[in-house]
């Protein structure tokens, strides 16, 4: 179908000619996409490896066999899952291990999270996601700048007797205790769940603490620091937990299982083994800081910064909502999102604010300079300073330098 392969082109001239600032996304190898284009594609494979509902296998089961071993030397845990089709899909799955590894039945399992417009993520306990529906949330906030609060978690699990305490972000731009957070879990005797999605790269890299250390189940996407295809896993290091999680994932959330992504996965697992995987990391948190405190000098009101991400308020900044901004940057080629900033006043349609990440322009070599000069331009559009034509051309004298996706 030619009309699909115009549009793929097109897409990849607006990804080569855009600057993508957008926290979650990432530009993959190209051994993680020939993978990902395979004749794996082609392959059922329900089950697990050694344990299939098809013939045929063999090769198969050697993949996913792959993947899980790179998946837990380079997390450094004995057990995972790489099947789940998605971040939102390795959490359901992981609740449903967790239910039964609680033996709840009678009542809903009741998770402690951080709510939405705090940082969480949709799967958090949202009231439009399925996870508010199948169990019970109660909901732990930021301090007023923007921090976890040991404090705020104790007494909100003090006050609703939560069976787990999750912990993950979508938006949270300071690095995490995960260690000190496993200790108020032991002491109120509640397993803790860690989604750590965006900062997969980060702790694969050892630039933060491994939450697998410390919490009873870790899940993640593949897709967003780590830069791998977009997919999700599980991991553990409790073996009758892994057990549950396999039947939460086959059969009861997902049927056959997409191999092709699998050893995707697996090169993805490996390249981040790589010292040159952690040198990217540490370039992906050097370019965020100096981004951070580029929009400091310019006056802008910014979080503060110890991953790949922070918070734009644009309201206080420039006297736009965080659409409104979205919305004009996207005119000189500049993608961002949206995001509610803690204790948001507007509504998640609209939001006070952007969250800007790194790891997507640090793939394509994006410089000190360059980083500097980006701020530069989105405060300078934003503040009505420099024309829409002037924006752009300052827009292409950055990626026309940048590495060709
Ligand atoms: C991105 C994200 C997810 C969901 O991943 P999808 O692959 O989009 O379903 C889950 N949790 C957190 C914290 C995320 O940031």
Redesign the pocket.
Known sequence: MVEIFELINRERKRQNEGLELIA?ENYVSKNVLKAQGSILTNKYAEGYPGKRYYGGCEIIDEIENLAIRECCELFNVKFANVQPH????A?AEAYRALQKYLKIEKRKMKILSCQLSDG??L??GSSVSFSSNLYEFCFYKLDDTGHINMTYIEEAIVNNHPDVLLI???SYPYSIDFEEISKICKKHNILLMV?M??IAGIVAAGKCQNPCKYADIV?S?T??TLRGP???IIVTNNEELIKLINSAVFPYYQGGPLEHIIAAKAICFNEAKRAEFKDYIEEVLNNTEICKTAFDWLNCSVSGTENHLFLLNTKKSFGLTGLEAQNKLEEIGITTNKDMLPNDDESPKTTSGLRIGLAALTSRGINAKQVQFLAVIICNYLRGQISKEKAIVGVTSITSSLKEI
């Open positions: 979650s998605s971040g939102s899909q959490n969480g993520h799967t958090h993950g972000f979508s989604d999605a965006h899940t996407t897709h967003k977009r997919g999700g």
